[in-house]
């Protein structure tokens, strides 16, 4: 990491908690660390290697950023002002800017055509974990972008925790959005199907029993499955219950027969 960062710093933007803990953190590892707080992040410890500082400051001194910004609009504006360049016009070029907020593909490609006309390669990274994961270096790292470039930020975010390169630069960002659908999808099925095992007289016991990861068999095929979610469906007509994603998944499995 001293060859890539030159003995240089690490720079850290941020407007949230994790931006905060990403600065401790590597500081915590005994790397000279620069950090702009946004409004919005909370305060942090600063010391002899977390120093203040503002996005200009850390655009000029450190030759890799970490840019911890969920808002496009916000980090938009960061990088560009109103059409002039603003992070852009201070690193030195061959600066590696790393994006630990939320993209879509067309997003990115809007911000490597100003970053690419300064030499400065944007990589993306995602968080899996908490902010506290991320302070004690357990957070689990999802990396996206152009191999070199990828390297040189890995160096960095291992610091963070156990990092897993995913593919091109947008990449991390999606698998991690595509985590978060299928976790959300996971959680509204559990409220219902909670619901639905109450008004048949589980108790909450049997209940976190039943549904846990553990007790749930490895060998169910795929006919099973359909029969039981199609009891289960026909449970919650009973009760009168909520069943949206087993609704949405019988209506989906009745276009896919009708359309072979």
Same mark, same amino acid.
Do not use: W
């Given at each position: 990491?001293?060859?890539?960062?030159?003995?240089?710093?690490?720079?850290?933007?941020?407007?949230?908690?994790?931006?905060?803990?990403?600065?401790?953190?590597?500081?915590?590892?005994?790397?000279?660390?620069?950090?702009?707080?946004?409004?919005?992040?909370?305060?942090?410890?600063?010391?002899?290697?977390?120093?203040?500082?503002?996005?200009?400051?850390?655009?000029?001194?450190?030759?890799?950023?970490?840019?911890?910004?969920?808002?496009?609009?916000?980090?938009?504006?960061?990088?560009?002002?109103?059409?002039?360049?603003?992070?852009?016009?201070?690193?030195?070029?061959?600066?590696?800017?790393?994006?630990?907020?939320?993209?879509?593909?067309?997003?990115?490609?809007?911000?490597?055509?100003?970053?690419?006309?300064?030499?400065?390669?944007?990589?993306?990274?995602?968080?899996?974990?908490?902010? !506290? %994961?991320? &302070?004690? +270096?357990? /957070?689990?790292? #999802?990396?996206?972008?152009?191999?070199?470039? @990828?390297?040189?930020? *890995? $160096?960095?975010?291992?610091?963070?925790?156990?990092?897993?390169?995913?593919?091109?630069?947008?990449?991390?960002?999606?698998?991690?959005?595509?985590?978060?659908?299928?976790?959300?999808?996971?959680?509204?099925?559990?409220? !219902? %199907?909670? &619901?639905? +095992?109450? /008004?048949?007289? #589980?108790?909450?016991?049997?209940?976190?029993? @039943?549904?846990?990861? *553990? $007790?749930?068999?490895?060998?169910?095929?795929?006919?099973?499955?359909?029969?039981?979610?199609?009891?289960?469906?026909?449970?919650?007509?009973?009760?009168?219950?909520?069943?949206?994603?087993?609704?949405?998944?019988?209506?989906?499995?009745?276009?896919?027969?009708?359309?072979?």
């Amino acid at each position: 990491m001293g060859q890539a960062l030159d003995n240089r710093p690490i720079g850290v933007i941020g407007n949230d908690e994790f931006g905060s803990a990403i600065a401790e953190r590597i500081a915590a590892c005994h790397f000279r660390t620069m950090y702009a707080a946004l409004a919005g992040s909370p305060s942090v410890s600063y010391g002899e290697m977390l120093e203040r500082a503002n996005e200009e400051n850390v655009a000029a001194e450190c030759p890799i950023v970490l840019a911890a910004i969920e808002d496009t609009e916000t980090f938009r504006q960061l990088l560009i002002g109103d059409g002039e360049p603003r992070v852009t016009a201070g690193p030195q070029r061959g600066t590696v800017l790393v994006d630990l907020g939320a993209r879509t593909p067309r997003e990115f490609q809007a911000l490597v055509e100003v970053l690419e006309q300064r030499d400065v390669t944007l990589v993306d990274a995602a968080l899996i974990g908490g902010p !506290e %994961a991320t &302070a004690h +270096g357990h /957070a689990k790292i #999802l990396l996206g972008g152009d191999h070199a470039a @990828v390297a040189i930020a *890995e $160096s960095v975010l291992s610091l963070l925790g156990n990092v897993e390169r995913t593919g091109p630069l947008g990449s991390a960002h999606a698998a991690a959005a595509l985590m978060g659908y299928v976790e959300a999808a996971h959680a509204v099925a559990r409220e !219902e %199907a909670l &619901a639905l +095992g109450s /008004a048949c007289g #589980l108790s909450p016991e049997t209940l976190q029993r @039943v549904l846990s990861s *553990e $007790s749930s068999p490895r060998e169910l095929n795929v006919v099973q499955l359909a029969r039981r979610a199609a009891l289960a469906r026909r449970i919650a007509r009973d009760r009168r219950g909520s069943a949206e994603i087993i609704n949405l998944a019988a209506e989906k499995n009745a276009r896919n027969r009708e359309n072979r």
